[in-house]
């Protein structure tokens, strides 16, 4: 079971795609830990992640369209699965992150003008850029374009 999902992952990867148009570093990760899932959930996982890899073996993702519809058919609920079971996290790309940064601290100090709540919003921010990090880094991610 797990085999044919590594030959056409590894299929998938060697053909040079856009990694964030086919959600490479998600696929991997949930590979990765596949055998720590149940057997009820493998089976399930199983079936979803063999029709995703199908389909994008099959058909050229051009689009950020066609690549968030498939990854709302397929990688979401696998995510979902892995989150209720191996307690998996959703992450957000790094580029969001800093666009949250600026945008939250330039309406802070329009609007609030005050350096503590920047302050303190600003520790907020960080510790979720940090705990955004390690969830990447620790392999129990997965995400829209990850």
Do not use: C, W
């Given at each position: 079971?797990?085999?044919?999902?590594?030959?056409?992952?590894?299929?998938?990867?060697?053909?040079?795609?856009?990694?964030?148009?086919?959600?490479?570093?998600?696929?991997?990760?949930?590979l990765l830990h596949f055998e720590k899932l149940s057997s009820q959930n493998k089976q399930a996982v199983f079936k979803i992640l063999n029709e995703y890899l199908d389909?994008?073996?099959?058909?050229?993702?051009?689009?950020?369209?066609?690549?968030?519809?498939?990854?709302?058919?397929?990688?979401?609920?696998?995510?979902?699965?892995?989150?209720?079971?191996?307690?998996?996290?959703?992450v957000i790309s790094t580029g969001l992150v800093v666009c949250m940064f600026i945008i939250i601290n330039i309406l802070v100090l329009v609007v609030l003008n005050n350096m503590f709540t920047l302050v303190g919003i600003n520790l907020l921010l960080l510790i979720?850029?940090?705990?955004?990090?390690?969830q990447r880094r620790n392999g129990k991610a997965y995400g829209f374009g990850f």
């Open positions: 079971m797990f085999e044919t999902l590594n030959e056409k992952y590894n299929i998938l990867n060697s053909s040079g795609p856009d990694p964030r148009m086919y959600h490479i570093n998600t696929i991997y990760n949930f389909h994008v073996n099959e058909f050229n993702v051009s689009t950020r369209q066609e690549s968030q519809s498939l990854f709302k058919e397929y990688v979401a609920p696998v995510g979902d699965i892995y989150h209720k079971e191996l307690k998996f996290r959703y979720f850029a940090v705990r955004n990090y390690i």
